[in-house]
């Protein structure tokens, strides 16, 4: 696949003049830009840029309302409903985190339930958010179907993530934010549009066969993590995202790129809670905790012992100083949004 490197200062100008141009405010456009940029920088490309031109498809669709008017319910001090209105699925996650933070910051516990949202990129990121503002997170966003439940022969949930974040004592973050599947879809999509191969054992074809290409495992199902466990894991975020916020569930999110017969109505969950709640010395146990796991014996080739997060927070930080390189294919895409 040919790659083309560009500045990231431009590249986000670029990505703002085409969400303004699709009718996003400004300040939407920007938070928008930034979460995208990020998916690149952490090297999360089936979050990134690959996704552009299906936003800008579903505004110029009237299926992500550009203009939303969110409405915020408050139900007590930590706890909030929000409305998204179809607004793009960043702006209601970066509405929702906030909200979050400042509940759990004023009461101790923060909890934000959002529907009529679509899809938002990075669980992580949100989470990074209340990370840094010295709170302990769990998030959860349903998705559309790509993985059979365990016994089913079709797919219904979503990769739906898994996200649980943590202060650690130091400047990088604990956040472990998984796909419930062996593989996140992003990146079948990416190697379906590049004409690659997908590893073995994450997917099966329609006709329930094992395959390593892309597109055939785009019409199949997705296979789960560890099985029936995995497939529990899944159903679990869809209660939490979907049951339980009011938003679409049991199979009913559309799929964002192949579904324009109405708004996804996605539901994310967002949990925050202060870290003193139980003990006053949370930092220095944390600290303990890390370190006694990081000194194990470790298996040969294993260079270092890391924990959930540490891995994209140095990609990211190498990326930043670095250009961003995107395929040839999202160069076009960008072309031509910008016309
Ligand atoms: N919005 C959506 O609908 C949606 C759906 C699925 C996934 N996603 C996002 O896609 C992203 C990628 O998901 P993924 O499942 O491909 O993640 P992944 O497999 O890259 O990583 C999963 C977790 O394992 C950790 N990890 C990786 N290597 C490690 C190592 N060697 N040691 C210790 N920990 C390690 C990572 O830090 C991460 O927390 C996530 O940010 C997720 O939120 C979004």
């Not at 990020?38 to 990134?48: D, I, R, T």
């Not at 909030?80 to 909200?99: Q, Y």
């Not at 600290?287 to 194990?296: C, G, S, V």
Request: charged share 25%; net charge positive; glycine share 8%.
């Amino acid at each position: 696949m040919e790659k083309v490197n560009l500045k990231i200062k431009n590249l986000k100008k670029e990505i703002v003049n085409i969400f303004t141009k699709y009718g996003l405010s400004n300040n939407h456009a920007l938070v928008s830009a930034n979460a995208l940029i990020n998916a690149e920088l952490v090297g999360a490309y089936g979050h990134g840029l690959s996704r552009l031109k299906m936003y800008c498809d579903r505004i110029s669709k009237k299926l992500i309302n550009p203009k939303p008017k969110i409405k915020i319910k408050k139900i007590s001090q930590s706890i909030s409903h929000i409305d998204a209105d179809n607004s793009i699925g960043f702006i209601a996650a970066d509405i929702a985190i906030k909200k979050a933070i400042q509940n759990a910051k004023e009461t101790g516990v923060g909890l934000v339930a959002v529907k009529n949202s679509g899809h938002y990129g990075l669980s992580g990121y949100y989470a990074e958010q209340a990370v840094k503002k010295n709170l302990i997170t769990m998030i959860y966003t349903n998705a559309p179907p790509a993985v059979a439940p365990h016994g089913a022969l079709k797919s219904l949930f979503g990769t739906n993530p898994i996200c649980f974040g943590s202060p650690t004592g130091s400047k990088i973050p604990f956040i472990l934010d998984t796909s419930i599947s062996m593989i996140n879809r992003g990146k079948i999509r990416v190697a379906a549009r590049n004409n690659q191969k997908i590893p073995e054992g994450v997917a099966l074809d329609r006709f329930g066969k094992p395959t390593i290409n892309a597109k055939k495992a785009l019409q199949g199902v997705q296979l789960p993590i560890a099985g029936f466990r995995g497939s529990g894991l899944a159903w679990m975020v869809d209660i939490l995202s979907g049951v339980l916020t009011g938003g679409n569930h049991a199979g009913r999110v559309k799929d964002p790129f192949d579904d324009f017969t109405g708004p996804q109505n996605i539901g994310h969950l967002f949990i925050t809670f202060k870290t003193n709640l139980f003990v006053k010395n949370y930092n220095t146990r944390i600290k303990d905790n890390i370190r006694k796991i990081k000194r194990l014996p470790r298996i040969k080739g294993v260079k270092e012992i890391m924990y959930p997060g540490q891995n994209k927070f140095k990609r990211f930080k190498i990326n930043s100083k670095k250009q961003i390189k995107i395929s040839n294919i999202t160069k076009k895409d960008l072309e031509i949004l910008k016309q």
